[in-house]
């Protein structure tokens, strides 16, 4: 805490901290939503993963160990960047090992960032947990940690309306399926992207 000019305590900084996630097309705007609270004057920590981080340093050229996904976009702004591990090897194919690897954010991945947040979490009172709607865990971990959590939701809102009205597509029609599956889900969102 800093002490103000009378005397007194200030509030603590506003902490976010950021878990997009583990696909490169829900960073991006988590790593954007990250930049402007860190304008807005919040600390922010940035939770990559591993696999990510380095996909992102092979697409720019770099080596992976200095790379920093905010390095050409951070000004002054108090943003760190923090790396972990999704519970696989980094030459591990997750793109064909679907399932291995969902099972992987579903039960492994969260330890790893509790471990984390355990860390970086200095000050409870004055830290939010800003998670990726896609998540399933964070509100548990963020109860654990005394933290608020906020879910961001990544995609556009198309796919959310999509989402949100399935069960309406389905019931009248515009959408035949057997059962409301995600490999659905992506088959009408692929469409109606691709077709409209």
Known sequence: MAANGTGGRTKPKPHAVVIPYPLQ?????AAHLALRLAARGFTVTFVNTESVHQQAA?????????CDIFAGARGSEDVRYELVSDGFP???????????????????????????????VLDPASTCLVADTFFVWPATLARALGVPYVS????????????????????????????????????????SMHHA
């Open 25 to 29: 097309g829900h960073v991006i705007p």
């Open 58 to 66: 092979r697409a720019l050229g770099v080596d992976r160990r200095g």
């Open 90 to 120: 980094l030459g591990f194919d997750r793109s064909l090992n679907h399932d291995q690897f969902m099972e992987g954010v579903l039960h492994v991945l969260p330890a790893h960032v509790e471990e984390l947040l355990r860390r970086v």
């Open 152 to 191: 961001f939701w990544t995609e556009p809102a198309l796919i959310f309306a999509l989402y949100y009205h399935m069960d309406l597509l389905a019931d009248h029609g515009h959408f035949n399926c057997k059962g409301t599956t995600t490999t659905n889900y992506h088959t009408l969102i692929y469409i």
